[in-house]
Nanobody
């Protein structure tokens, strides 16, 4: 059974920073593409950033230049460093582990950007 547990969300003023973490149990981490998604009220869930098992990364246009995704295979953990946060970044952020054979989701962590 694979579990993904996110942490690091919270309330931050515009222009602030947060670092999200997602710890994965099980043995699939190093073989998975790890991604961060977000879903704001009334919106569809959208990809924010992803890191392939090779270490290659990709970002949504809204995240480029502000967010950085990284992974530590030794710790089975993926991170999302978010800088220069904007009110429109407010959402529940979900961690995702996927491959051609599986897909797993975390329970989500709330990020609220407000003064």
């Amino acid at each position: 059974q694979v579990q993904l547990v996110e942490s690091g969300g919270g309330l931050v003023p515009p222009g602030g920073s947060l670092r999200l973490s997602c710890a994965a149990s099980g043995s699939i981490f190093s073989m998975s593409t790890m991604g961060w998604y977000r879903q704001a009220p009334g919106n569809q869930r959208e990809l924010v950033a992803a890191t392939l098992s090779s270490g290659r990364t990709n970002y949504a246009d809204s995240a480029k230049g502000r967010f950085t995704i990284s992974r530590d295979n030794a710790k089975n953990t993926v991170y999302l460093q978010m800088n220069s946060l904007k009110p429109e970044d407010t959402a529940v952020y979900f961690c995702n582990a996927r491959s051609a054979s599986w897909i797993y989701w975390g329970q989500g962590t709330q990020v609220t950007v407000s003064s």
